[in-house]
């Protein structure tokens, strides 16, 4: 069945790095783009990037342009959030998605997410 495990979530402080992982399995993964959202706590779920089934191409949201970039290995069927200069304001569940994916009658699927905290 299709699944998408996030991991390298955890405890930074400002300014650090985090490197959030998604592997996925059970679907044709260089057929599909993937994603990464956010959902801070009382906040509403955020798109923060995108990457095309080649790899070639990403949208970075605004608020972390510049400091966050997006990868994939169609190999390994891995997709990367790198986080650079985090900031408080970046504490969030993550979640992985593939947004065009059909399972079942949905389009979409995610992953079960990862805790993000930036704290002193």
């Known amino acids: 069945q299709v699944q998408l495990v996030e991991s390298g979530g955890g405890l930074a402080q400002p300014g650090e790095s985090l490197r959030l ?3 996925a399995s059970g679907f044709n993964f260089l057929a599909y783009a993937m994603r990464w959202y956010r959902q801070a ?3 509403e779920r955020e798109l923060v990037a995108h990457i095309n089934s080649a790899g070639g191409r990403t949208t970075i949201a605004d608020s972390v342009r510049g400091r966050f970039t997006v990868s994939r290995d169609n190999r390994q069927d ?3 959030l790198e986080m650079n200069n985090v ?3 970046d504490t969030a569940v993550y979640f ?3 947004p065009y994916l059909k399972v079942g ?3 979409g699927f995610w992953g079960q997410g990862t805790q993000v905290t930036v704290s002193s």
């Open 78 to 80: 891995t997709v990367t």
């Open 96 to 98: 992985c998605n593939v």
């Open 41 to 43: 706590p009382g906040k």
């Open 21 to 23: 992982s998604c592997a």
């Open 105 to 107: 009658g949905t389009v």
């Open 87 to 89: 900031k408080p304001e």
